[in-house]
C-alpha cells in the first residue's frame, strides 16, 4: 500500500520536513529508524571497551563502564538527532537526520585507549569535547572543506576506516581479545556462531523487505544470540545486577587534554562533516527532490559538532549523520523531521535504562563478530562506491597510491615507528592519520591535468 493511500497525507505534504504525520503511522515509521541505526550505534562502544580491557568477554572489574557506554551510546544518539530535527537557533538540519555513534573516529580512538584500561577514557573524552567544538566552529566554512576533500579524499578515507577495522570483526568472531592465545581462539564453535549471523543477516537482507531487510545485521544478531542462549553461552548475572534507571553522569571518566588526541579527532572531525553534509543533500534529494539549503548544512554541522562535545562531557563517543537512515527516508518517502523525533525519543528513552545495555552486553563476542564483519566490509564497499565517482587520470591515481601505500603500510609495520614517541606514535600506526593528510596536501598541490 502506498503511503499516500495510508492515511499519512498528500504527497506534497510527505515532502514536506514540517508535515506531522497521524500518531499511528509516525510512532512505526519511528521505530523503524531506530531499528535501523541500533547495532552500528552501539557497536563503537563496545569495541572501545574491548580495546581498552573492560570490554566483552573479560573480567576487568571496570566492566560496568562497558553497560556505561552502551547506554550513553543510546542517549546521546538521541539527544545529537533532537539537536537536528527540532534545534535550536542555528543548530540542527530541521530535517529527518538521525545521529548516531560514528565509526569513523574508531581507529584514531583505539591506539589512545589500548590495553591502558578505564583510566585512558579521561584523554578520550578530552579530545572529544574539544573535537566536537572545533566540528561545530568548521559549520561557516564548510562549503570549502567540500572543495578540498572531493571524494577521491573522501573515499579513501573511509576505506582506510574499514579495513582498519576489519582486524577487530576477524577477532570477535574468533572468540574476541581476551581468548586470544588460548585453546578456544577461533574454535570451530565460534566460527560456527559468527559464521551462522553472516548468512542470516545476507538472507535477511536480499530474501525480505521493508524494515526486516533495512535492520537485516539487528536480526543476524538476535538470531545468533537465541542460538547461543541454548548452547550455553549467554549470562544474564550483569542484567540481574544493572539499575532500571540511571541519569547519565557529568564527566563520567573525568577529563584530560591530549594534544594527539585533541588533533586526532579534530583532524576526522573534518571527515565526519563532510559526511553529514553528504548525508543532509542526500535526504533533501530522496524525500523532496532537491538541493540542500546553505542554512540547513550549516545547522547539521552546528548540531553534529554540538552533539559530540554534549557526548563527550557524559563518557559519550563522538556523533554523525547515519547513511542507513537517509536511505529509509529515500524508502519511505515521508520527509517528517517529527518522525525521526519520536525515534529519538525511544533512543534517549533506551539510554536512560541500564538494563537495555546489560542485555546488550550479554551478547557473545562471537555473535557480535559476524555482525561486525558484515558492518565494517560494507563500510570498505562504501567507500569503494565513493572512488568511483573519481576521475582516474594519472594524477588521481598517484595520490591515491601514495596515500594508501603509506596508510596501509603503517598498519601492517608499526615497528616502522619505533623512533616516534607517545600518543602521536600510536595515531600514526593506525595508517588513517597518515593516508588522509597525504591524499589532502597532495590534491592541493598537484595541480589538476587539463582534459
Known sequence: MSVQNSGMGTPEELKNPDHMPPMGSAIPLGIQHVLAMFVSNITPAIIIAGAAGFGF?????????LIY??????LFAGVATLFQTIGFGPVGAKLPVVQGTSFAFIPIMIPLVAGKGVDAMAVLMGGILVGGIFHAL??????????????????????MIGLALLKVGIKY??????????????SLQNWSLALLVIVVTLGIKFYTRGITSVAAVLVGLVVGYIVAYFMGMVSFVNVGKAAAFALPNPLHFGIEFSTGAIIGICLMSIV???????????????????????EEIQGATYADGLGTAVSGVFGGLPNTSFSQNVGLVAFTGVMSRHVVTIGALFLVIAGLIPKIGAIVSSVPIEVLGGGVI?????????GIRMLSEVNWNSRNMVIFAVAISVGLGLQLVPEALQHVQGTMKALLASGLLPAAFIAIVLNLIIPEEEA
Request: aromatic content about 4%; cysteine-free; charged content about 10%.
Open 57 to 65: 568477554g573479560s573480567n576487568s572489574p571496570d566492566f560496568p563502564n
Open 69 to 74: 557506554m552502551i547506554q550513553m551510546s543510546m
Open 138 to 159: 568548521l559549520a561557516p566554512f564548510i562549503g570549502k572543506l567540500r572543495i578540498a576533500l572531493p571524494p577521491l579524499v573522501t573515499g579513501l578515507v573511509v576505506v
Open 173 to 186: 568472531a574468533a572468540g574476541g581479545v581476551p581468548a586470544m592465545g588460548k585453546p578456544e581462539f577461533g
Open 272 to 294: 565526519s562533516a563532510i559526511e553529514t553534509v553528504g548525508d543532509v543533500s542526500g535526504i533533501t534529494k530522496g524525500g523532496a527532490g532537491r538541493e540542500a539549503t546553505t
Open 374 to 382: 558484515v558492518m565494517f566490509g560494507m563500510v570498505v564497499a562504501a
